[in-house]
């Protein structure tokens, strides 16, 4: 009972975590179509991304830094992960705001949102409620303890 238990809080919990992720990410596509501005980001560092193996690479983080207006900020380059050289300059959008929201300009022209990113939630989501129907089932049929009968002699 102890592992339904948290079998469901573990389910529920990761269904919540993406569910969120997932609204984050429709957010910052919907500010980034809706306020982006175009700026040249210039690349000041690159980290490989290890695989789940952590032996090959699967790609590269880059950060870069932008002015804009009359500050200059320094920002992960998302929608990318290509390696780049240590100084090039790339064409990206970011959001005047929040200028954390920085995808390179053809990322950016490429990103849409999509109900797809919430199937995992939802699936998490229903798999918990399965277990603990389950649960709920299994506990109901069980038959309760019997009460000691009295022997007549």
Do not use: K, N
Not at 43 to 72: P, Y
Not at 94 to 105: E, F, G, H
Not at 109 to 128: D, I, K, N, R, Y
């Amino acid at each position: 009972m102890v592992i339904g238990a948290a079998i469901v809080v573990a389910l529920l919990a990761l269904s919540f975590v993406l569910a969120v992720e997932a609204a984050q990410r429709y957010q910052r596509i919907d500010r980034l179509r809706a306020e982006g501005v175009p700026v040249v980001v210039t690349v000041t560092d690159c980290l490989g991304l290890a695989s789940g193996t952590g032996i090959t690479e699967v790609g590269f983080s880059c950060h870069g830094t932008f002015r804009l207006g009359a500050r200059h900020y320094r920002a992960g380059i998302d929608g990318t992960a290509q390696l780049y050289p240590v100084g090039a300059s790339l064409d990206a959008v970011t959001v005047p705001s929040d200028p954390q929201i920085l995808y390179t300009a053809a990322a950016a022209s490429a990103l849409h949102t999509s109900w797809t990113e919430f199937v995992a939630p939802a699936a998490l989501f229903l798999g918990a409620a399965a277990v603990l129907a389950i649960g709920l089932r299994v506990l109901g049929q069980r038959s309760p303890p019997r009460e000691p009968t009295a022997v007549q002699l």
